[in-house]
């Protein structure tokens, strides 16, 4: 795939959570002018509230994606934002007008649970059928279940679960799906009814935290191989390669803070293999005596030739040359924030990677209160996207500065020719300054399509 040579992003659009924030808000679809030329640059241009508290929303898709291209029929105008806490389903026309959505339909809760014996909503793709599919974290009760919601692409009806046969993974999380392959891989994060209230140590060696990549056959929708990355390992954001016939990709694991490398084999089935290792730092002044980097989110470039990751507690963001897939070489590092910045309450007593602990981050005469979390990379490649904030209840745990001060968003140059990370001093949206009180601000999309959302058949 050569790199997609669209238009340049003028407006993303990032849910905005006020869950477990002490305000009594409902989140919000904020809509971010990101045009350097225009007026309003760095600012949220248009809130659209939604109708209910405590929904957590989190991650968000679209009705149709590159999966339904050359279907002139499809229009990529309606944003699929699922409730990770409330397992609602919102909606969201962005057809009508670009810079200001409007809701469309509201799915009810009471319909995921009745309807699929789910719950928890996490990632929404688009299929090549029409339809969109939803991944889920447990059952109502709050269980681990790792299935999937099938909505209807034209009425957003839920028309049932996608997967069938009696073999469902304990957990699930995020998904990616390669038909040329025919297989769609699933990941897990953990039970929601534990991880729901915030991250308690004492639920680590208990079988609560995810373990495994989940292989499913893509034609028959059924489960086949479970491929174990460790214990507690939580793997998260789950990439393939962008070129459709590359059988291959990365998984990021959180807890365990590895990136492995998934790949078919030559029996046909697939596997696993570490390919990173962010090393933990021994610390005096936090939870635990060993803090992980904690990666949350990863990304591969259009052009396949990159790949990037946030550590949400050490405070940095990477980039890796992956030309050699089993061999990602380190050639871009910046820390913007983080949990080890020196004067603040944790000592770092062993590094195997800093001479000394990073200085606290400002922009703007702004102290950045947490750390880099979500990412998204212009289609150029040239200009990566960073919100702070993980999940309310963690953020409130971890990052109390943030509940208080609301999140960030940034952006960093890249460089593309032989790799390297800067930030661009000229760009902050700070959603501490939000009319309603400072929040949350989470995922990033562009109307267009985006590295992290589009598959290709």
Not at 48 to 64: K, R
Not at 144 to 160: A, P, Q, R, S, V
Not at 242 to 258: F, K, L, W
């Amino acid at each position: 795939v050569s790199v997609l040579k669209g238009p340049r992003e003028e407006i993303v659009y990032v849910p905005c959570i006020y869950r477990n924030t002490g305000r009594k808000k409902p989140d919000f679809l904020a809509t971010v002018d990101v045009n350097p030329k225009s007026p309003h640059y760095c600012q949220v241009i248009h809130r659209l509230p939604m109708p209910n508290l405590g929904d957590e929303l989190h991650h968000s898709g679209w009705n149709a994606c590159s999966s339904c291209f050359g279907d002139a029929t499809k229009k990529r105008n309606r944003l699929i934002l699922p409730s990770l806490i409330s397992s609602r389903i919102y909606v969201v026309d962005v057809g009508t007008d670009l810079r200001a959505p409007r809701l469309f339909k509201v799915v009810n809760s009471e319909d995921v649970f009745w309807k699929c014996n789910l719950g928890y909503p996490h990632t929404s793709h688009c299929l090549g059928s029409g339809e969109i599919m939803i991944s889920t974290l447990g059952d109502p009760a709050g269980s681990g279940k790792g299935g999937f919601i099938l909505l209807d692409g034209e009425t957003f009806e839920i028309k049932g679960n996608w997967e069938k046969g009696d073999k469902i993974p304990p957990m699930g999380y995020d998904f990616w799906y390669q038909p040329r392959h025919n297989v769609l891989i699933s990941t897990e994060w953990g039970i929601p009814k534990c991880l729901g209230y915030g991250f308690d140590p004492n639920d680590l060696k208990k079988g609560r935290y995810g373990c495994r990549l989940n292989v499913w056959d893509w034609t028959t929708h059924t489960y086949i191989q479970a491929i174990d990355v460790g214990e507690d390992a939580a793997p998260l954001e789950i990439r393939f390669l962008h070129n459709p016939d590359a059988a291959e990709g990365y998984v990021g694991c959180t807890i365990s803070s590895a990136i492995h490398r998934f790949y078919k084999t030559e029996k046909g089935d697939w596997a696993a293999e570490k390919v990173i290792q962010v090393p933990s730092k021994k610390v005096e002044g936090w939870l635990l005596p060993d803090m992980p980097g904690f990666i949350t989110d990863i990304l591969i470039s259009l052009d396949d030739r990159f790949l990037y990751f946030s550590n949400w507690l050490h405070g940095d963001i990477r980039q890796y040359d992956i030309s050699d897939t089993r061999k990602p070489k380190l050639v871009g590092q910046v820390f913007v924030g983080g949990s080890i910045t020196k004067g603040g309450p944790v000592t770092v007593c062993r590094d195997e990677e800093l001479q000394s602990q990073p200085d606290p981050f400002f922009i703007k005469g702004k102290r950045v209160p947490g750390g880099p979390q979500m990412i998204q990379l212009s289609l150029d490649g040239k200009r990566l996207y960073v919100t702070t904030s993980l999940y309310s209840a963690w953020d409130r745990q971890f990052y109390p500065d943030l509940i208080k001060d609301g999140s960030v968003m940034l952006q960093l140059d890249v460089d593309t020719e032989r790799g390297g990370l800067t930030v661009n001093q000229s760009f902050l949206v700070d959603f501490g300054k939000e009319p309603d009180g400072p929040c949350l601000a989470h995922e990033i999309r562009y109307p267009g399509g985006d590295c992290t959302s589009d598959i290709w058949v």
